[in-house]
């Protein structure tokens, strides 16, 4: 596939060049409707050579579906190709610049040769970081660059929470990088609505929670972008009725903050250091301080000065993981490629997170899929038993997984086993029995445990012990673990003791009804 694919691009770059040979068309005479077309069929390439390197993620990870969507893609640059020799306005300079740009990873990938040694300047006027991330189009991302470059100093505080976040932290950066990739589609779109730079929205939750949607700090913050509960409540997040509460959902969570962040647009302008300021330590401290600096930036010493300790770290931090975000290759980083492509699957038989975990494997990812299945479905707890018909928010990747591995056969009963197990039943006393003195004489020898008492005659069998009818809890055990004890079905047993769906919090010491149960 690589061969017909390098061959394919050789055909059309060779094509393109001939074109743009045969091609002088004088600049001025270009009409406006002509640059527009122009313009339309250049976006074109560009979507389409998104299209191209995400199918090459797709194939490296075995993805069938890679083989038709390289093949597709590269068609839709054949036929922008083939319109831009009859449009007036059209850069063919520009659409063999993309050519090159996919002739190079192609060679660079049969070559083994990674990203990190790839031509770090790239092509003139275009990001060598163009498909991270994989979902954005070159020219937006080029777009949100320039922005974010104007908005931002990189000064030597940001340079040294750049030098943390490549040395000491850069596992968090790079578990941030894929843990966002899987959320982009759910967390991305509100700040694009709002104006805002997605690489802030990756900088905040990178430094708030690594993005894990269930981080919950000792102050009370909660969520991807650790919303305090009152600041949550102000912007519709927090409880909803069921017992889930909103901060943890990685939407909802980003819309309230592209609202917030735009309030503090609204008060500081495009000053993003007093932005990050307000949702670090207070919006009212930060719009005292702004206030009160008359124009002065948030570097300046005095007011610097005026912000915690927390604050001046938080700041340059959130600005330089956004900034590596925007330019990986600058400083040899090479964020994990994956296969984040939002697809559902639903259970054929039960089981919770942590079983799934178990029986869809690595996948072709480094930490298999715990924390991705977490983030995309934050209102069910990991331990929580999950019955047939369930919906799960995923990938595609993890959806024809789970249909090879956890329906049926001995990696899904191995998970099941595993899951299920319960530490407690392998509490055995074994071993002689010790007979206490009770008169000062020094005690007998040990016995074993068949001569240690006078067995005694023989009686009939007693009745079998009528089923318990309560349960109580023990620490750590869940409904789903309970349910599976006692032969329940965990809705039943749910609505036998009130407890709201879909987390079922239960309390240690808690009796419950065993209603609906066959053990």
């Not at 090459?56 to 069938?64: E, G, K, R, T």
């Not at 449009?87 to 520009?94: A, E, K, L, M, T």
Request: glycine share 8%; net charge neutral.
């Amino acid at each position: 596939m690589r061969d017909s694919v390098s061959t394919t691009l050789r055909l059309g770059a060779l094509a393109l060049a001939l074109a743009l040979a045969a091609m002088a068309t004088d600049a001025n005479a270009q009409s406006r409707r002509d640059r527009e077309a122009g313009e339309a069929l250049n976006q074109r390439m560009l979507d389409a050579e998104g299209r191209y390197r995400q199918a090459l993620v797709q194939i490296a990870n075995d993805d069938p579906a890679g083989i038709d969507a390289s093949n597709a893609a590269l068609e839709d640059m054949e036929d922008v190709m083939l319109a831009c020799e009859k449009q007036r306005g059209c850069s063919v300079p520009q659409l063999l610049t993309t050519y090159k740009r996919l002739l190079k990873s192609d060679a660079d990938a049969q070559a083994g040769q990674g990203p990190e040694d790839a031509d770090v300047d790239g092509a003139e006027g275009t990001l060598p970081t163009a498909d991270v991330p994989a979902a954005a189009s070159a020219s937006a991302l080029l777009a949100e660059d320039e922005r974010f470059k104007r908005m931002v100093q990189l000064n030597p505080a940001v340079q040294a929470s750049i030098r943390r976040w490549l040395t000491d932290m850069r596992v968090s950066l790079m578990t941030s990088h894929e843990n966002y990739q899987y959320m982009q589609h759910l967390m991305s779109p509100a700040f694009k609505r709002s104006g805002l730079p997605e690489a802030l929205l990756f900088g905040i939750m990178a430094k708030e929670s690594n993005g894990r949607v269930h981080a919950r700090s000792r102050a009370g913050a909660a969520g991807p972008l650790q919303f305090m509960p009152a600041t949550g409540r102000r912007f519709g997040l927090g409880p909803d009725g069921t017992g889930f509460d909103t901060r943890y959902d990685p939407r909802l969570s980003a819309d309230a903050a592209a609202v917030y962040l735009n309030e503090r647009f609204a008060q500081h302008g495009n000053e993003i250091e007093y932005w990050l300021a307000g949702y670090n330590g207070g919006e009212g401290r930060a719009l005292r301080v702004y206030r009160e600096a008359a124009g002065r930036s948030f570097w300046d010493p005095d007011v610097y000065n005026q912000f915690p300790a927390e604050t001046k770290d938080y700041v340059p931090m959130v600005i330089a993981a956004a900034w590596l975000y925007l330019h990986p290759q600058e400083y040899g980083l090479t964020f994990p490629k994956i296969d984040t492509r939002p697809a559902t699957f639903t259970l054929e038989r039960p089981a919770s997170i942590y079983e799934l975990t178990i029986c869809l494997g690595n996948g072709n990812t480094r930490d298999g899929y715990m924390r991705a299945l977490r983030n995309l479905n934050p209102s069910y707890e990991a331990e929580s038993l999950l019955p047939v018909g369930t919906t799960l928010a995923g990938t595609t990747r993890m959806a024809s997984l789970y249909k090879r591995w956890c329906v049926r056969g001995e990696r899904a009963d191995l998970a099941a086993e595993l899951v299920n197990s319960d530490p407690r039943a392998a509490i055995v006393r074994t071993g002689a029995i010790e007979v206490l003195s009770t008169d000062g004489d020094p005690p007998p020898a040990a016995l074993p445990p068949s001569a240690a008492a006078p067995r005694p005659p023989e009686a009939a069998p007693a009745p079998a012990p009528a089923p318990a009818r309560t349960h109580r809890v023990a620490r750590g055990e869940t409904l789903g673990s309970i349910a599976q004890r006692y032969g329940c079905d965990v809705p039943v047993l749910a609505r036998a003791n009130g407890l709201r769906a879909p987390a079922y919090a239960l309390r240690q010491g808690q009796s419950l009804k065993l209603e609906g149960c066959s053990r």
